[in-house]
T-cell receptor, first 115, second 113 residues
Framework: AQSVAQPEDQVNVAEGNPLTVKCTYS??????LFWYVQYPNRGLQFLLK??????LVKGSYGFEAEFNKSQTSFHLKKPSALVSDSALYFC?????????????FGQGTELSVKP | DSGVTQTPKHLITATGQRVTLRCSPR?????VYWYQQSLDQGLQFLIQ???????AKGNILERFSAQQFPDLHSELNLSSLELGDSALYFC????????????FGPGTRLTVL
């Protein structure tokens, strides 16, 4: 069965420092991976996706993610964090090929960027 | 703004009641998905419709049902409500039936008293 794990409930970084939010996955077949961000009282916003191709995927707001097949990981990164990046981040994997387009989400990681 | 709209924004009702949540997808998107977000269960997929037909089903309770209309808007019906149904319900849409990214609406916060 497809699954996603986000091992850290919370990540704290100082503004200007690089940030990493971790995600590991378990899939049968090729993984289709996504990152979303949720600000308080808002819906989820799409950041980036990996379907195929380059292992380094660039997305919105300066975020990028590195796909690592051998480690089954898809970590979200940003070279220099902003206070406004503070939010809840979700990693997701698409369900099995016969399950339509459903997304299976990790439990989320709360990112806190301090000035 | 994702282009996905959901109404109402908030809903407060009593146990045993029935409610309907409405979603309008982005213009041109044929797939609509419903998700439930709660503190204990996280984000859970409920059901997907593609161009009016049910495409995939998740852990959706028998008390819940959904449909997608010819104009592609969708409704999620929740009946015989229980306290545990209190959650944030999101609708999302995408252009295809599979690997495309999904765009989420702002959600409907349901409170069952």
């Amino acid at each position: 069965a497809q699954s996603v794990a986000q091992p850290e409930d919370q990540v704290n970084v100082a503004e200007g420092n690089p940030l990493t939010v971790k995600c590991t996955y378990s899939v049968s077949g090729n993984p289709y991976l996504f990152w979303y961000v949720q600000y308080p009282n808002r819906g989820l916003q799409f950041l980036l996706k990996y379907i195929t191709g380059d292992n380094l995927v660039k997305g919105s707001y300066g975020f990028e993610a590195e796909f690592n097949k051998s480690q089954t990981s898809f970590h979200l990164k940003k070279p220099s964090a902003l206070v406004s990046d503070s939010a809840l981040y979700f990693c997701a994997v698409r369900g099995a090929y016969n399950q339509g387009g459903k997304l299976i989400f990790g439990q989320g990681t709360e990112l806190s960027v301090k000035p | 703004d994702s282009g996905v709209t959901q109404t109402p924004k908030h809903l407060i009702t009593a146990t045993g009641q029935r409610v309907t949540l409405r979603c309008s997808p982005r213009s041109g998107d044929l797939s609509v998905y419903w998700y439930q977000q709660s503190l204990d269960q996280g984000l859970q997929f409920l059901i997907q419709y593609y161009n009016g037909e049910e495409r995939a089903k998740g852990n959706i309770l028998e008390r819940f049902s959904a449909q997608q209309f010819p104009d592609l808007h969708s409704e999620l019906n929740l009946s015989s409500l229980e306290l545990g149904d209190s959650a944030l319900y999101f609708c999302a849409s995408s252009g295809g039936a599979g690997a495309n990214e999904q765009f989420f609406g702002p959600g409907t916060r349901l409170t069952v008293l």
